[in-house]
C-alpha cells in the first residue's frame, strides 16, 4: 500500500535528525535495538545506554513471527532480511506429542515458517546482526553503563549514570531495559522486583553436524525442512528441533522450578539435571539432549512482572517497552515479537507527533499497543497451562486444543501502517478523554486462539528500496 498521508509511511525514511527529537534508550536487548534503528529511520536522534560490556552472546533460539518480521525485512534496504535467512528455520509443521508414548496428538501447520515470513534463528546472531546495523546507522551505543536514576519534567527528560551525577537530557527516554527495569519506579511510584513463575526451562542448541552421522539421531534430518516437535506431560513440557535449514539442533525442557537460578541467561545448566526431569519420557528427546555439549546448556528462571496499569510516566517523558512493561512467557512465542512491534510503533508516534507533542506521541503509542500486547501476553499463559494440564479427553475430541496458536489478527498484522493510520484517532481520544477502541486485536465475542493465518504466497516482506522523504 503506498502511503499518502503524514510522515514518511510505514516504508519511508525522514531524513536523518530531521523530526528535531532526542531519544536516550535503556537497554540493547530486541527493544533497545529496534527502538535505536525505528527512531533513526523516522528522523530523531537517539543514543542508547546498556549495562554490559558488550552484545550479548547468550540464548538459544529466538522466534519472530510475520508480525515483527516485516518489520526487520525492511532494514538496511532488505539487506538484513536477506542476512537472516542462511541462519533461519524452515517448517511446514509443529507436531505436539503426548509426553510418554510420543504419539502425535495434534500436526499443527507451522504457516508464517515455511518461506521466511517470520524467523526462527539464533538469539545471538540476530542480535549481533541488529547491534552491528545500529552501528553501521552511526547510532552511539554506550556499553558498561548502568543507569541509576530516570528523571522528567514537562519540558524534558533524562537518566543519571551509576558512579555520575551528570545528568544526560533528552525530549523522552524509552525504557527497554527488560524484566528487571528500574524506569518502570517512575511509573508505578515504587520499585517492583519481579517474581518467579514456578517455572524454569533448561535450554540448549548446537551444531548439527556433531549427530548427524548418529543413526539414532537420523529422525532429526529427514526430508528437506526443519523439525519441531512439541512434548506435553504433567507440569512439563519438551521442545526439540533442527534450525539453519538442518545445521542445528536445538531443545528446550521447561519445569517446575525446584533448583535456586537466576533470573539471567548466564547460569550454566547440567545436563544430567535435565535428563533427570524428563525421565520415563519419549527417548527421543534423551537422545536429543545426552548429545550436547556441556557448555551449551543453562538454566533460566522464568520470572514475572504483574501487568502496568500504564506505559508512560507523569510527565508522558518515559514510556517502558518490551519485557519492562509486559514481559512474555516463551509459550507465546511472542516475547520478542511485542517487543519490536512496540518500538516500532513509538518511532511512528513521535514523528507524527512532532517535538512540541513528544508526550502526546508516546501516550499514542501505548494506547495503539496496550490491549494488543496485553492479549498475546495472556495467550502465552493459557497455552503454557493447556500443555501442563492437559485434559487428554478434551483433546482426543478436540487435538486443536493443545495448539500454539498461529491466528491471524496476530501474525498478518502492520504496525507501522496501524500507527499511520490510527495515530489521529488515538490522539483525538486522549485529548478529549473519549474511548479508544482499538482494532488490532478481535473482538472479545471471536477466538483469539483461531490458527487462520495464511501464508503471503511468496510475496517479498521487503517490497522496493525505502524512499528517503523530507520531514513533513
Not at 7 to 17: N, R
Not at 41 to 60: A, F, M
Not at 275 to 299: A, S
Not at 398 to 426: C, K, R
Request: aromatic share 10%; net charge neutral; charged share 20%.
Amino acid at each position: 500500500m503506498k502511503h499518502t498521508g503524514r510522515g514518511s509511511g510505514p516504508d519511508g525514511l525522514a531524513y536523518p535528525g530531521s523530526s528535531g527529537i532526542n531519544v536516550i534508550v535503556i537497554g540493547l536487548g530486541y527493544a533497545g535495538v529496534t527502538a535505536a534503528i525505528e527512531c533513526h529511520r523516522k528522523g530523531h536522534k537517539v543514543v542508547i545506554y546498556e549495562q554490559s560490556p558488550g552484545v550479548s552472546t547468550l540464548g538459544d533460539m529466538i522466534g519472530l513471527s510475520p508480525n515483527s518480521a516485516r518489520i526487520i525485512a525492511k532494514w538496511d534496504d532488505g539487506k538484513i532480511h536477506e542476512k537472516i535467512i542462511p541462519h533461519a528455520g524452515q517448517y511446514t509443521e509443529n507436531n505436539i506429542h503426548k509426553h510418554d508414548t510420543g504419539e502425535v496428538v495434534f500436526s499443527q501447520p507451522m504457516s508464517g515458517y515455511s518461506s521466511f515470513e517470520g524467523y526462527l534463528a539464533p538469539r545471538p546472531l540476530l542480535m549481533r546482526l541488529f547491534a552491528e546495523y545500529c552501528q553501521k546507522l552511526g547510532i552511539p551505543i554506550f556499553f558498561n553503563q548502568r543507569v541509576s536514576e530516570v528523571f522528567e519534567d514537562e519540558n524534558e527528560a533524562g537518566i543519571i549514570l551509576e558512579g555520575s551525577s551528570t545528568k544526560v537530557k533528552a525530549d523522552c527516554v524509552l525504557a527497554c531495559d527488560g524484566v528487571h527495569s528500574r524506569a518502570r519506579g517512575l511509573i508505578t511510584g515504587y520499585q517492583d522486583r519481579p517474581y518467579p513463575t514456578g517455572y524454569a526451562a533448561y535450554r540448549a542448541w548446537y551444531d548439527a553436524g556433531l549427530v548427524r552421522d548418529n543413526p539414532k539421531l537420523q529422525f532429526l534430518f529427514t526430508g528437506d525442512n526443519d523439525k519441531m516437535e512439541v512434548f506435553i506431560g504433567p507440569n512439563m513440557h519438551a521442545i526439540y528441533g533442527t534450525c539453519a535449514q538442518q545445521k542445528l539442533v536445538m531443545w528446550t525442557v521447561t519445569h517446575l522450578d525446584t533448583i535456586d537460578v537466576t533470573e539471567s541467561w548466564t547460569q550454566p545448566g547440567r545436563i544430567e539435571d535435565a535428563m533427570k526431569y524428563i525421565k520415563g519420557w519419549d527417548p527421543r528427546i534423551h537422545e536429543v539432549i545426552k548429545h550436547t555439549p556441556p557448555n551449551q546448556c543453562f538454566d533460566h528462571k522464568l520470572a514475572w512482572r504483574d501487568p502496568l496499569p500504564r506505559w508512560t510516566s507523569t510527565h508522558k517523558r518515559l514510556i517502558v517497552l518490551g519485557d519492562a512493561a509486559h514481559p512474555f512467557l516463551p509459550t507465546s512465542g511472542q516475547g520478542a515479537g511485542q517487543a519490536i512491534e512496540d518500538c516500532a510503533t513509538v518511532a511512528v508516534c513521535l514523528e507524527l507527533a512532532g517535538k512540541k507533542r513528544v508526550p502526546l506521541g508516546l501516550q499514542v503509542c501505548e494506547k495503539l499497543r496496550y490491549a494488543r500486547a496485553s492479549l498475546a501476553q495472556r495467550m502465552g499463559i493459557e497455552t503454557r497451562e493447556m500443555w501442563h494440564k492437559t485434559d487428554w479427553e478434551l483433546v482426543k475430541s478436540n487435538p486443536d486444543t493443545v495448539s500454539m496458536p498461529n491466528p491471524g489478527w496476530l501474525f498478518s498484522h502492520s504496525p507501522q501502517q496501524y500507527a499511520y493510520d490510527e495515530f489521529d484517532i488515538a490522539a483525538h481520544a486522549i485529548e478529549t478523554g473519549a474511548a479508544y477502541v482499538p482494532t488490532n486485536i478481535p473482538p472479545p465475542e471471536i477466538n483469539h486462539r483461531i490458527s487462520d493465518y495464511k501464508e503471503e504466497g511468496g510475496r517479498k516482506l521487503f517490497n522496493g528500496t525505502a524512499t528517503l522523504q523530507a520531514k513533513i
